[in-house]
């Protein structure tokens, strides 16, 4: 790990200004992912701002709806009687991911700003464009049976680890973020990015901005919801792949329905084509097969994942019955419903 | 020879060790203390294969709090022959040494030693070390290099090398009716045990050195430090009171200990090296070993040919060897039996053992062979390997000195309820979910070591007994605090056992699952020496109840000798040793494997597993809902240890079977999923029921009746998840781990 | 040091802060990048806290920081200025008693370890999910604990440890 400077944020605007002042400075809070990256030298700040003091921290409504604080932990979101009963797709999704102590320290923004798992971008005796931008990929050809099938480059194959922002993407939810030019909203569909050239950025967020909150839509979907995680335990391990399902419906008739994807793209990955498949048609399987097969269509896989485009198509078949079904899954017990 | 009641031996005690255990003060050997410790960081390489062309170090100097940076180029001198370096159950070869040169043999290898004021400053220095490498391309992949095994010219000392065959088996499978034959492959697996290897050497002047060092047996660490640092014996002691898990990873000195003792000795202080979970994937690993099974049968299952080939990876400097192929002729009777065991050189470390190295990997082959057998032949899996059940060693031509594989099979089978099964592949739903069961045989050898021992009893009835061995979790403070319990006749309390330190007597590692019998039996004859000399004082007293008496009359209970067949005369130990006018006796005994015996007979410990899964097929998720694991092991000392002792290592099968997996790169010949996060081992949610019986076994190797249960838990437990996969499935997967991808592919 | 709100803090400097770590109020100076694993382990001799992986991939680490369970190895002490810190050495203490907590003794019991290694996580982690209060089959329990690796392979006994425990009532 190496030395930085180390700056205690009173204020969101002590946060930017500090943010801005330092030379690679970072934002810190449960520093779950942070810490870990910097004791395998892949992150080197110059400046480290702790901004576990802000006033973020509260999960509030606001215009018929919750906007959660940057600094509220995964599991006081998780655990949140509002959350549970409005959102729950949210609330399984944030279990179905790491532990309980981690998410204890991890925080909503943290969560939606942390980086990948590629095994390239955490080795530093190996190449990887995230960390090293031009010094090529190493996923590519090498050990890539955990990395993406949608929306890769010939620079990176890395997917986005999160579980929370799989649900989020799927709710539609917004985040608030401040900068030195004041507050803006960006949707979750644009808030992470694909690799593209430029894989070493993650997000849309700027190297000056802070994220305040994630807002969520009035819409939770409690009736027809789940959050399906396939990985290669049963606990505390990333998705292979993940589908966040809400619905609703009229009758046995799809109303609306959008799922969304984890593990299989550098952003939760959605496929708007193949949610408005869904729309009127009745809510069987043949339906969410048609919708999943369009979704795979797209899919390129790599020299070791290619199971992973099966896994999708089929993960999102279940996730679409369980959510139709109102037969969420179980973050516990591990039989897939 | 006096009795001794069996107050304590077979009952089920708690560990001696746990308050110390859950309160935290139980010390691990990168957690001792010494004035001015200095903190030592490794910086490893990247390449895994060629040389360093350049290493600068200055930048990394010149951070305030850095003492000195380690390399080969500045390095001081050590022992020049692979002699001194060679520990005691090191293969034939060329031990790794490290800073020795320019030349890296493997990914991962330790190139630097950053040594400062404090572990903070020592890592971050250690981020500056720039390191410039001449790169040759790696070879790490076994199949590619199958064509260049070899059949090791040197044999590791304590492991069999295939027998020659017998009959003629590739004439027999020609001929036979039924026909199995097929390749299996587990992946290369990391020990990973949760404490990093560590090694804190306290300078205690004038060249002396006091060391606390990750291993399964500090005599060991002392031998190699000698042989290295050309020290005498008296000049280091070793101690490791406590090991944090080694499943093998601690038979051998690691490079940490070399490392720090090298520092201690040149900057003459105290220095500490503790490995990052990262670095503890650079030492040692279970091998990827290419299978292949041949079994021939008649119509009716009865093995006619039997073949198991194996070409095992090794490094390039280590004929690393363990006993793969052997398994098949000792489970199976069979007349026509050819087994080989080759290895092919890698760029990658010399692999080490790993709870039951080469059984975890041969019986896997041949259990899942087996059951390809059972459904080829129409035959349910018992029934089957009660055919061919085997009465006798066939690789040494001797019988068992006990084998209760039948009472596995009939136990195991009752407690899972294997009659219930339905044999047909797919043929059993639960929900959503397929169910299979699947079983498999396991096997280990029962092995014995020289090992000392020594007991001091004190006038006021306190008994400390111990050797140089380790308890690397095993249990073995609380079964030798038993036996020297019941040897004198003294409450568990009144005794104490000391262990992992070189001032005791001498005792080898830890491993092979022989510390019970081997620690255990030379307790008990050092305890029994005491109580001779206690019964001697006792006998001369005046007017001495237990005049007239012969030895073998008396008996040792609740600190007494009396009068087997009349309790009311008896004399108290401290009464004995007042008479004797001593307040301390003391005896040192050795105890080593019974020479006649081993002679006539064969000596394994066997078990009969079940498993239950449930499949998500759709979706390839497997759950392990169920375990029986019946094991037959001689006498148990302490029912309780010893069913965390096969708990464990089931719970390693399952790794096995299902997660663990060192993935890597060929083409950069290093191993990508160094951690704990991307390394699956398993976790709370994939552990459910785990049954375990002990078998009743009489077993006359040793005085105990012990056979030794650190290993037999792990073995088969691989084949009867993967056999309870097909039987749920009708998928025959012979590589391992059975990940998703496999079940849905 | 003293840390004054958006005033950066140079590389070099110690900072002070304060920590009541078993329910003794400590001051103590530490480099920004001091985590409260190492904190405890190498400036306190607090080494019943683990080690196992220095990235929160084992759980052998797990502190209670206000009464809740967190990695300590991924916590800076530096931001943890002003917390509660319970370690395994100060759990019998959380308990009320003089001797074991009921989770010690039910470890013990129940052959809850082996090696001892990841104890210590294994028990302040229970106690921080115990007093969560989410957790209440045994599937739960196995989830809500699956971020502590035990490799000797004592899970089975870990659970039966804490559902004894849990259904005695006697949480500490």
């Known amino acids: 790990m190496n030395r930085f400077d180390y700056v205690r944020a009173g204020t969101v605007e002590e946060a930017v200004k500090a943010i801005a002042a330092g030379a690679n400075a970072r934002f810190i809070a449960g520093g779950t992912n942070l810490v870990d990256l910097m004791k395998y030298n892949v992150e080197r700040p110059g400046r480290l701002v702790d901004i576990t003091r802000l006033p973020l921290d509260r999960i509030e409504e606001r215009d018929g709806a919750l906007s959660i604080g940057a600094l509220v932990t995964n599991s006081t979101v998780a655990y949140d009687e509002r959350v549970k009963s409005r959102y729950p797709v949210l609330s399984s999704a944030i279990l179905a991911g790491a532990t309980g102590q981690l998410r204890n320290a991890a925080t909503t923004g943290g969560n939606l700003l942390q980086r990948t798992r590629c095994y390239y971008f955490y080795d530093e005796g190996t190449p990887c464009n995230k960390r090293l931008p031009g010094s090529g990929c190493g996923a590519i050809g090498g050990v890539n049976r955990i990395h993406a099938i949608f929306g890769t480059s010939d620079k990176c194959i890395a997917t986005h680890p999160s579980d929370m922002c799989v649900a989020l993407a799927a709710l539609e939810a917004e985040v608030r973020v401040a900068g030195p030019s004041g507050e803006r909203t960006i949707p979750m569909a644009e808030f992470h990015r694909l690799p593209g050239d430029e894989p070493e950025r993650d997000t849309t967020l700027k190297s000056d901005e802070i994220v305040l909150s994630v807002d969520l839509p009035a819409e939770g979907f409690a009736g027809h919801h789940t959050y399906l995680k396939l990985r290669d335990r049963l606990s505390y391990a990333f998705a292979l792949v993940s589908v966040a399902a809400v619905m609703e419906l009229d009758g046995q008739t799809i109303k609306t329905a959008r799922f969304a994807l984890g593990g299989v793209a550098h952003k939760p990955w959605r496929n708007a084509e193949a949610e408005g498949m869904l729309v009127g048609k009745p809510a069987t399987r043949e339906t969410f097969a048609a919708a999943a097969d369009r979704v795979v269509s797209k899919a390129q896989a790599q020299s070791e994942n290619g199971f992973k485009v099966e896994l999708a198509r089929r993960a999102i078949v279940r996730a679409l019955e369980q959510a139709a079904a109102g037969t969420p899954q179980s973050q516990s017990d591990k039989r897939i419903a | ?745 | 040091m003293l840390i004054e709100s958006g005033s950066p803090v140079a590389a070099d400097t110690r900072v002070e802060i304060s920590l009541t770590i078993n329910g003794e109020a400590r001051t103590l100076q530490v480099a920004p990048w001091t985590t409260l694993l190492d904190l405890l382990r190498e400036r306190l001799d607090l080494t019943g806290t683990k080690k196992g992986c220095d990235h929160g991939q084992c759980g052998a680490c797990t502190v209670l920081v206000n009464g809740t369970r967190l990695n300590s190895c991924l916590a800076l002490a530096v931001m943890k200025d002003g917390a509660e810190i319970t370690t395994v050495e100060g759990l019998a203490r959380m308990g009320g008693g003089n001797g074991l907590h009921p989770l010690q003794e039910a470890f013990v019991e129940h052959d809850a370890f082996q090696c001892g290694y990841c104890t210590p996580g294994q028990l302040c982690s229970a106690a921080g999910m115990l007093a969560e209060g989410h957790a209440r089959t045994r599937d739960e329990i196995r989830e809500a604990m699956s971020g502590n690796i035990c490799r000797c392979g004592a899970y089975t006994n870990i659970v039966d440890a804490i559902e004894d425990v849990m259904q005695s009532g006697a949480q500490g």
């Open chain 2, 1 to 745: 020879m006096a009795s001794s009641p069996e107050t304590y031996f077979g009952t089920a005690r708690s560990r001696v060790d746990g308050p110390a255990k859950v309160t935290g003060q139980a010390k691990y050997a990168g957690e001792f203390e010494a004035p001015d410790l200095a903190h030592g960081y490794v910086v490893s390489s990247a390449i895994a294969r060629g040389a360093i062309s350049r290493i600068d170090t200055a930048e990394a100097e010149a951070v305030p709090g850095v003492i000195k940076v380690f390399t080969h180029e500045n390095r001081p001198r050590t022992a020049w022959l692979d002699y001194n370096y060679q520990d005691a159950v090191a293969p034939p070869g060329s031990p790794f040494r490290a800073l020795y040169d320019e030349k890296i043999q493997f990914s991962g290898q330790p190139v630097a030693l950053v040594v400062a004021e404090d572990f903070e400053t020592a890592r971050y220095a250690a981020s500056l070390v720039k390191l410039a490498y001449a790169a040759e391309e790696p070879e790490t992949d076994v199949t590619r290099v199958r064509d260049l095994s070899y059949t090791p010219p040197m044999k590791r000392a304590g492991i069999k090398p295939p027998p020659e065959p017998w009959g003629d088996a590739d004439a027999a499978f020609d001929g036979a009716p039924v026909k199995v034959r097929h390749a299996y492959r587990h992946a290369i697996e990391y020990h990973n045990p949760m404490e990093p290897h560590a090694s804190t050497v306290v300078w205690e002047g004038d060249g002396r050195l006091t060391v606390y060092d990750k291993i399964q047996g500090v005599s060991n660490s002392q031998g190699y430090l000698t042989g290295v640092f050309g020290l005498k014996k008296d000049e280091v002691r070793v101690l490791n009171p406590y090991l944090g898990g080694g499943f093998g990873s601690g038979l051998r000195p690691q490079y940490q200990l070399f490392l720090a003792v090298m520092a201690a000795r040149e900057l003459e202080r105290s220095v500490r090296v503790t490995l990052t979970r990262d670095q503890m994937f650079s030492f040692t690993h279970r091998p990827d070993v290419l299978q292949t099974v041949s079994l021939g049968a008649g119509p009716d299952g009865t093995l006619q040919a039997l073949r198991h080939d194996a070409v095992s990876g090794t490094s390039r400097y280590e004929d690393y060897q363990e006993v793969v192929v052997n398994w098949s002729a000792i489970l199976y009777r069979c007349e026509n039996v050819a087994l080989t065991y080759k290895l092919a050189h890698l760029d990658l470390p010399t692999p080490g053992d790993m709870r039951a190295p080469g059984a975890v990997t041969g019986v896997f082959a041949l259990e899942i062979a087996m059951d390809e057998l059972a459904y080829a032949t129409g035959q349910d899996p018992i029934a089957l390997r009660l055919k061919n059940y085997s009465e006798r060693d066939q690789t040494e031509g001797k019988p068992f000195g006990s084998k209760a594989l039948r009472a596995c099979y009939e136990q195991g089978a009752e407690r899972f309820g294997w009659s219930q099964r339905s044999p047909e592949p797919r043929s059993m739903r639960d929900g959503k979910e397929l169910v299979g069961w699947g079983m498999a045989t396991g096997v280990w050898e029962s092995l014995m070591q020289k090992s000392s021992a020594q007991a001091t009893l004190t006038a006021d009835g306190k008994l400390v007994v111990g050797n140089s061995t380790g308890d690397i979790g095993t249990g073995t403070y609380t079964i030798l605090t038993q036996i020297a319990a019941d040897a004198l006749g003294l409450r568990m309390e009144d005794v104490t056992t000391k262990l992992g330190d070189t001032a005791l007597a001498e005792a080898p590692v830890a491993g092979g699952s022989w510390t019970a019998a081997s620690s255990g039996t030379a307790v008990m004859k050092a305890c029994r020496t005491i109580a001779n000399q206690l019964f001697t004082m006792a006998r001369r007293m005046d007017h001495s109840p237990l005049a007239n008496v012969d030895f073998d009359r008396v008996v040792f209970r609740d600190g007494r000798i009396a009068v087997a067949d009349d309790p009311s005369r008896s004399v108290s130990l401290a009464e004995a040793m007042r008479a004797g006018g001593v307040d301390k006796l003391e005896a040192t005994e050795s105890a080593g494997p019974d020479s006649s015996h081993q002679k006539e007979f064969s000596a394994y410990t066997h078990s009969a597993i079940f498993a239950e899964v449930k499949i998500d097929e759709e979706l390839g998720q497997v759950r392990v809902t169920r375990v029986v694991s019946a094991v037959a092991a001689g006498r148990v000392i302490n029912p309780k240890t010893a069913r965390s002792q096969i708990l464990g290592g089931v719970v390693m099968g399952i790794g096995g079977a299902l997660e663990e997996e060192g993935m890597l790169d060929h083409r950069l010949g290093r191993v990508m999923n160094h951690n704990l996060g991307e390394y699956h081992v398993p976790v709370h949610a994939d552990i459910h029921d785990i049954d375990v019986i002990f078998v009743d076994e009489v077993d006359k190797a040793n005085p105990m009746g012990v056979k030794g249960l650190g290993e037999i838990g792990i073995v088969g437990t691989m084949a009867a998840v993967a056999n309870a996969v097909f039987h749920a499935t009708g998928k025959r997967i012979r590589e391992l781990p059975i990940t998703v991808d496999k079940i849905i592919g």
